[in-house]
């Protein structure tokens, strides 16, 4: 891993131990860098901007994460780069025990030693970006109603489902051959 990377990664390692009781914030930027090291295949990149409020109560931690800011990926339909707005919040809580049982874990509940020195919550931040994603990313339409997708391709498209849509005469024979 180069220099670079392990101090973005560095970034995401929340120091646990030794702190006091009470809430504490944490700001972390994910550029261009992170989406890199995160290898989400579906962004291009962006820039978001996340908070974490932490409540370090006796033997639990309770994490609040805002995410906020805009990534680029591609469109499913023209290929061509979109932004997309991201807005949301997400909730961890992580368990301080003896001996932490990793088979108990959940999405969003952890079971972790209580001698940590610090948690790393780089792969659950990377989760909860790609499930914010949208299932289907296109470009937005314009006020009339039209996409505003890239036209040549719009066009290319339409002339391959104009294709699609006539039968080929050697089906259409099949058609007339009925089953007793």
């Not at 220099?3 to 944490?26: Q, V, W, Y």
């Not at 409020?53 to 609040?64: G, R, S």
């Not at 001698?115 to 792969?123: C, G, I, K, R, S």
């Not at 989760?127 to 036209?151: F, M, V, W, Y």
Request: charged fraction near 30%.
């Amino acid at each position: 891993m180069m220099p670079k990377e392990k101090s973005k990664r560095d970034e995401f390692r929340l120091r646990i131990a030794g702190i006091s009781l009470g809430n504490h914030k944490f700001s972390i930027t994910c550029d261009e860098l992170f989406f890199e090291i995160s290898n989400i295949s579906e962004l291009q990149g962006g820039s978001l901007q996340l908070q974490i409020d932490m409540e370090n109560q006796e033997k639990m931690l309770n994490l609040h994460f805002h995410i906020q800011g805009n990534v680029v990926a591609p469109c499913d339909r023209c290929l061509d780069p979109v932004e997309i707005p991201l807005e949301f919040t997400e909730q961890l809580i992580v368990k301080l025990v003896e001996q932490p049982d990793e088979s108990l874990n959940e999405d969003n509940l952890w079971f972790i030693d209580e001698n940590e020195y610090a948690l790393d919550v780089f792969h659950f931040v990377y989760e909860i970006i790609r499930l914010a994603l949208p299932i289907k990313i296109t470009h937005p339409d314009d006020e009339q109603g039209n996409s505003t997708c890239n036209p040549e391709i719009l066009k290319i498209l339409e002339n391959l489902s104009l294709k699609e849509s006539q039968i080929d005469p050697r089906w259409e024979a099949l058609k007339q051959i009925k089953q007793d």
